[in-house]
């Protein structure tokens, strides 16, 4: 069973920055793309950044671009969302999840384990 235990997030002031870290227990983790959702509240879960095995693609929503970075560390088995220059409107819960394959998707469907979720607060 794949776990994902996400940490780093908190309370901050816009334009601040948070990094958010999220440890998977899975012995194969480079073979798998990873991405980040997030989740408001009223709202539904949307995509944020995804990353392949290797880390050598990304992908971001339009909303994040140029602002956030999605990167990985597989001999740490962990991948990384550094959120630079936050807005209030990037206030949700953030979750990490795996993807089914290595193939980085924006689609929730294309993921079958997610963590907990960290909440992200970004006061104006």
């Known amino acids: 069973q794949v776990q994902l235990v996400e940490s780093g997030g908190g309370l901050v002031q816009a334009g601040d920055s948070l990094r958010l870290s999220c440890a998977a227990s899975v012995r194969t983790f480079s073979s798998y793309a990873m991405g980040w959702f997030r989740q408001a509240p009223g709202k539904k879960r949307e995509f944020v950044a995804a990353i392949t095995g290797s880390g050598g693609t990304t992908i971001y929503a339009d909303s994040v671009k140029g602002r956030f970075t999605i990167s990985r560390d597989n001999a740490k088995n962990t991948v990384y969302l550094q959120m630079n220059s936050l807005k209030p409107e990037d206030t949700a819960v953030y979750y990490c999840?795996?993807?089914?394959?290595?193939?980085?998707?924006?689609?929730?469907?294309?993921?079958?384990?997610w963590g907990q979720g960290t909440q992200v607060t970004v006061s104006s």
């Open positions: 999840a795996q993807s089914v394959n290595n193939y980085y998707s924006y689609l929730p469907e294309q993921y079958d384990y």
